[in-house]
């Protein structure tokens, strides 16, 4: 009595699978629970090392010893493509205004020069999408509550691009 051709193309495609598993599982097995290779033949670590003696230091702070500086201002702004403020979308925020191609000034309600600036490339509202983009942040020379910001296209030639921006101080 023969196995006709389809049964036998089930049985050769599930021992084949089988044998996948196996082979799957075992190399699993082996390969341990924190490393992987890497490039050219490195072990790659997926665990953190342990805390240095300068770094335990610095972890775990305890309940009540959270420093002022823990708890910082925070004021945002996100500017059209033509320099003006997004209605509704800044908080402390007075002025924004373009300068020239893409190149802004935004100002604050608040003495920002001690604070942490960050921008990125976006359009104001929940609808649409933005032209990709770089921008740069920095202080406004002589102005103690504004940023100089520029925005560039992808080939890094000063564009009119809108944008957000957050510093924290």
């Known amino acids: 009595m023969s196995i006709p051709?389809?049964?036998?193309?089930?049985?050769?495609?599930?021992?084949?699978?089988?044998?996948?598993?196996?082979?799957?599982?075992?190399?699993?097995?082996?390969?341990?629970?924190?490393?992987?290779?890497?490039?050219?033949?490195?072990?790659?670590?997926?665990?953190?090392?342990?805390?240095?003696?300068?770094?335990a230091k610095h972890a775990n702070v305890t309940s009540g010893e959270v420093s002022a500086q823990a708890f910082r201002q925070t004021v945002s702004a996100v500017v059209n493509s033509n320099g003006t403020l997004a209605a509704g979308q800044s908080f402390g925020a007075t002025a924004a205004s373009r300068i020239g191609v893409g190149t802004y000034e935004v100002f604050f309600n608040q003495v920002i020069t001690a604070g942490t600036?960050?921008?990125?490339?976006?359009?104001?509202?929940?609808?649409?999408?933005?032209?990709?983009?770089?921008?740069?942040?920095?202080?406004?020379?002589?102005?103690?509550?504004?940023?100089?910001?520029?925005?560039?296209?992808s080939a890094g030639t000063l564009t009119d691009l809108g944008f957000h921006t957050v510093v924290m101080f």
């Not at 082979?23 to 699993?28: C, H, K, N, S």
């Not at 929940?126 to 102005?143: C, D, I, Y």
């Open 5 to 55: 051709t389809s049964a036998r193309s089930r049985v050769a495609a599930a021992l084949a699978v089988l044998a996948l598993l196996v082979v799957g599982t075992a190399q699993i097995a082996s390969a341990g629970p924190s490393t992987g290779s890497g490039a050219q033949g490195e072990t790659r670590v997926l665990e953190q090392p342990p805390l240095s003696a300068d770094s």
């Open 117 to 153: 600036y960050v921008a990125t490339i976006g359009i104001a509202g929940n609808v649409g999408a933005s032209t990709p983009g770089e921008v740069t942040v920095v202080g406004r020379v002589t102005a103690n509550n504004g940023l100089f910001i520029q925005t560039y296209n």
